[in-house]
């Protein structure tokens, strides 16, 4: 058991992990040379970067995000979410190291637009990937933290204005064209995010009415690693008894079943349905 926790929390760091690097990636080498501010502590840290030069954009997130730590840690104590601190962490020094490393004078390509779909693409694919593992990206996820906690504010649009306001000061400090691209891009992060994140989690839900369900348990519960369910019933229309084996899986194991399935009872009758909402024992515990 204790390695099994182990290696699920390598795992959870290490996917933690790629998604701040991906997020990063985009939010220096797209978001901020062509100031894409739709939203955020990087957009802000843009509009801060050009309006007061003193420091640059890396120095703003990494400045906000650490006074935005100490105060989450001064606001909740051990309670503060370690992945929270940790995400916020390696994405400020991360972005902030890479105008060391790699520094740039302007965006790497002459079409804004391509650059914002992958600036928008990027960033949704990372934060999926911390949605997905109960992490985010530290920032106004703390503020909304504190929100929640000594106010009644609806805390989704509470940091959908504060993502508008943001977006329309873009507009304000860089001009009416970029305003633009930050209104669109915060249009298709929400989008994408959600599509994403169903991707990561869609499970194929099975079916299998059978009149042979030894052999097809055996196998889901000995080969593919899965728990399921046998349900008792009769056709409608032979009377015939029958067992109704109900099992969540993922798609290369579905793609498995559903062959086994028809090479064990050629009359078995399957049905395969979408699922990305999975509470329980092997998927995700109750919250």
Known sequence: MQKQSLRENIKDFTLITLGTVVVALSTYFFKFPNRFSFGGISGLAIILGEVFPSFTPGAYVFIINQLLLAIGFAVFGKSFGVRTAYVSLVLSGIT?????IVPLSAPMTDEPLLELIFSVALHAIGSAI???????????????????????????NALLCVDISITVLA???????????????????????????ENINTHKVLQIITSKPE????????ELKRG??????????????????LTVVNRMQAV???QQARKVDPNSFILITNTTEIIGNGFRGVM
């Open 171 to 197: 507009g304000v400090v860089f001009g009416i064209e970029t305003g633009l691209f930050c209104v669109l891009g915060l249009t298709l992060k929400s989008v994408i995010v959600d599509m994403v994140l």
């Open 256 to 258: 498995k079943l559903r």
């Open 228 to 245: 399921a369910t046998r349900i008792d019933g009769k056709g409608a229309y032979t009377y015939e008894d029958k067992t109704v084996i």
């Open 215 to 222: 052999e097809i348990t055996a196998y889901i519960t000995g």
């Open 96 to 100: 902030w190291g890479l105008e060391y």
């Open 130 to 156: 911390l949605f997905n593992r109960q992490a985010s990206s530290g920032g106004t996820d703390i503020v909304a933290m504190i929100l929640r906690k000594y106010t009644s504010l609806n805390i989704g």
